[in-house]
C-alpha cells in the first residue's frame, strides 16, 4: 500500500473547512484517501473552537451541540439560555456567522472550554455551579464595590 504525507489538507468530514496538518494519505484504487481517525479530530477541533478569532458559525454551533449530545432544545435551554427556535435559527446559517448575540457566544465558548478542559469532575462541577451563578445573575447599574476576603 502506497502512502505519503500531505503538510496541509482541507477535511470538510465536520460538515466546516478543517485545516489538518501531516496528513498521511493512502492509495486505494489508484486515488489518495486521508487516513484520518474522525474521532481525534473532532477532540481537537472541540478544543480550538473556543479561540477562534472569527464568529462561530451555524455548522459550528451545531457540531459543538451534537459533539455533547444534546438536543436542540436541552442546548437552548443548559447552555444558551434561548428558545429551541433561536438555535435552530443559528445552525440554518449553515457556513455563515450567525446572529447569535455576542454574550452569548461568550457563553457558549466558555461552556465548551469548561466541559474539554476542566481536569477532573470537581473541577467541572465548581466551573459549572459559578457559570450557573452568573447566568442567573442581575446585575444593576450601580457603581461597583468589589468584596475582598484579607488574611490575618
Excluded at 484517501?33 to 473556543?50: G, Y
Amino acid at each position: 500500500m502506497k502512502t505519503k504525507i500531505v503538510k496541509k489538507f482541507k477535511y470538510d468530514g465536520l460538515n466546516f473547512p478543517v485545516e489538518l496538518h501531516n496528513v498521511t494519505m493512502v492509495m486505494v484504487d489508484g486515488e489518495w484517501h486521508p487516513k484520518i481517525d474522525v474521532r481525534k479530530v473532532a477532540e481537537a477541533v472541540i478544543k480550538e473552537l473556543p479561540f477562534q478569532k472569527e464568529r462561530l458559525t451555524g455548522d459550528q454551533i451545531k457540531f459543538i451541540r451534537t459533539y455533547f449530545e444534546m438536543s436542540l432544545r436541552e442546548f437552548a435551554l443548559k447552555v444558551v439560555n434561548e428558545s429551541h427556535a433561536a438555535v435552530a435559527k443559528w445552525e440554518k446559517c449553515a457556513d455563515k456567522s450567525t446572529s447569535m448575540d455576542i454574550n452569548i457566544e461568550i457563553l457558549l465558548r466558555l461552556y465548551v472550554l469548561e466541559r474539554v478542559l476542566a481536569k477532573s469532575q470537581k473541577q467541572r462541577n465548581q466551573f459549572f455551579e459559578s457559570y450557573l451563578e452568573l447566568r442567573q445573575t442581575s446585575f444593576t447599574v450601580s457603581k461597583p464595590w468589589p468584596v475582598v476576603e484579607m488574611s490575618a
